[in-house]
């Protein structure tokens, strides 16, 4: 177990809708980053955030947003939801350097 | 660019026996490395890294491979088990805030 968990597990939504998912990172971890993994692809990168700020982002619209909270938990927003949203959103939390990430279970969006 | 696998290879090998898996990187700037495992319907979990100044590191029955020249990885698991069943990733880091995963390759274990 890394100590990473995200809620919910499963979520449908309608296109247009909006979204928020969750993510607990491990105790002292300052880094958590948020990765969109379509089906049989390797994760893709959306962006990072340390200590509360944001610290990269990828290839991802504005409509991606996300937030971190002093008690490492952090919250990815999806605002108007696109069918080609539909994936597993995984969190990854990391020390310091933020290099070694360990993942939650991740969050299957299906948006119809 | 970023490498984004549309088909994932397959090994199938013997339980007991060798696997090994290859990764080709994208990024020469990238400086560190990192495996992961992933069972069907959970998240990527951690299995070994290494770092650029390196060509080899082992951890239990794993060893992961580093050739920058050609800017390729692999995953070395040794007496393959059932529960290596599995996609197998690997990453780069080209800069401390993003991983880049490659395609990815599932190995199925038969007994």
């Known amino acids: 177990e890394t100590g990473v968990t995200q809620s919910p597990t499963h979520l449908i939504k309608t296109r247009g809708q909006q979204v928020t998912l969750r993510c607990s990172s491990q105790?002292?971890?300052?880094?958590v980053s948020w990765y969109q993994q379509a089906l049989g692809q390797g994760p893709q990168f959306i962006f990072q955030?340390?200590?509360?700020?944001?610290?990269g982002r990828g290839n991802f619209p504005p409509r991606f947003s996300g937030l971190q909270f002093p008690n490492y938990s952090s919250e990815l927003n999806v605002n108007a939801l696109e069918l080609d949203d539909s994936a597993l959103y995984l969190c990854?939390?990391?020390?310091?350097?933020?290099?070694?990430?360990?993942f939650g279970p991740g969050t299957r969006l299906l948006v119809l | 660019g970023e490498s984004v696998g549309l088909h994932l290879p397959t090994l199938s090998v013997q339980e007991g026996d060798n696997s090994i898996i290859n990764c080709a990187y994208s990024?020469?700037?990238?400086?560190?490395f990192i495996w992961y495992k992933q069972e069907s319907g959970k998240g990527p979990q951690f299995i070994i890294d290494?770092?650029?100044?390196?060509d080899k590191r082992q951890g239990q029955r794993v060893t992961v491979l580093l050739n920058k020249t050609v800017k390729h990885l692999s995953l070395q698991i040794a007496a393959t088990q059932p529960g290596d069943s599995a996609v197998y990733f690997c990453?780069?880091?080209?800069?401390?805030?993003?991983?880049?995963f490659g395609t990815g390759t599932r190995l199925q274990v038969f007994p």
């Open positions: 990453a780069e880091t080209p800069r401390s805030d993003k991983l880049i």
């Open positions: 290494i770092r650029s100044n390196m």
């Open positions: 990024n020469s700037a990238s400086d560190y």
């Open positions: 105790s002292g971890h300052n880094t």
């Open positions: 955030y340390y200590r509360e700020e944001e610290n």
């Open positions: 990854a939390s990391g020390g310091d350097r933020g290099e070694t990430q360990y």
